[in-house]
């Protein structure tokens, strides 16, 4: 039994992607993996049923634990706010509570310049990605403050650096960043810690990117120090675990750079 057993976490954009090898290539679904292991009750979110399905799948039946798939699309001209308060309340229905709330979702039209944006490819970034984290905070902070919970988002290196042809992106990002550390101000006195993650791994996403985008690629993702990539389970999928655990509840409104010792430079 892993210390997770009887909890519940919801990890938006975690459905099975597949890299051209055949290897999972999906952050969500490392980050479900890693909860999976330490026993935990999964609410997992995504665009497409199939991935969400197959994730289901394959980790009721390795870990042994219930995952609920909920299709959910936050994006503009919709009702987000109900989009997000269903996934929240059949999570609470049918599990009891929300101990963690991991905000991984995210698209966008990365490898445009910011001239040839469209006000489209602005907002796809936003409601995504900016937008979700906060209506999915705001929709779980009631049972979070009851479990004294965690919150993890997901922010990227390309708000940090300012990433050739990423700005919507990074503008979303970037107001998760801030949108965090607000948070974190809040809802300390509710025991609970909100921390963000910035990335660096080989996914699905990325292997899309490099072959849509060579010369934005080329141009924004270069090979960390340590010589590779991270792996979405254990060198992202257990650091969340740990953001979660009680020794690290004192850690609160930080970003985490887990990108093989880029940290901030770019």
Not at 2 to 16: D, E, M
Not at 59 to 78: F, H, N, S, W
Request: hydrophobic share 40%.
């Amino acid at each position: 039994m892993g210390f997770l057993t009887g909890k519940t976490a919801i990890i938006t954009g975690a459905g099975r992607a597949v890299l051209s090898d055949g290897s999972c290539g999906s952050i969500g679904y490392g980050i479900a993996t890693a909860f999976a292991k330490e026993g935990a009750n999964l609410v997992i979110t995504g665009r497409n049923v199939k991935k969400l399905e197959e994730a289901k799948n394959e980790l009721e039946a390795k870990y042994g634990i219930r995952v609920l798939p909920v299709q959910a699309d936050v994006c503009a001209g919709t009702d987000n706010e109900a989009t997000v308060q269903n996934v929240v309340n059949q999570a609470v229905d049918i599990f009891g509570g929300i101990q963690v709330l991991v905000n991984n979702a995210q698209a966008s039209a990365s490898g445009v310049p910011l001239a040839e944006h469209t006000t489209e490819q602005f907002d796809l970034a936003l409601y995504s990605g900016l937008y979700a984290a906060f209506y999915y905070m705001k929709a779980c902070y009631p049972y979070l403050a009851k479990s004294k919970g965690s919150v993890i988002n997901f922010a990227s290196g390309a708000g940090l650096f300012g990433n050739f042809g990423q700005c919507a992106y990074a503008a979303a990002k970037e107001g998760i960043r801030g949108l965090s550390r607000v948070a974190a101000t809040e809802w300390g006195k509710d025991g609970i810690n909100v921390n963000v993650i910035c990335p660096l791994a080989w996914t699905a996403k990325l292997e899309q990117f490099q072959q849509a985008y060579p010369d934005a690629f080329k141009a924004n993702v270069k090979m960390p120090p340590m010589g590779h990539y991270a792996n979405p389970e254990t060198e992202i999928g257990r650091v969340c675990v740990q953001l979660a655990m009680p020794d690290f509840k004192y850690l609160s409104g930080e970003t985490l750079t887990l990108e093989g010792g880029m940290g901030l430079r770019p």
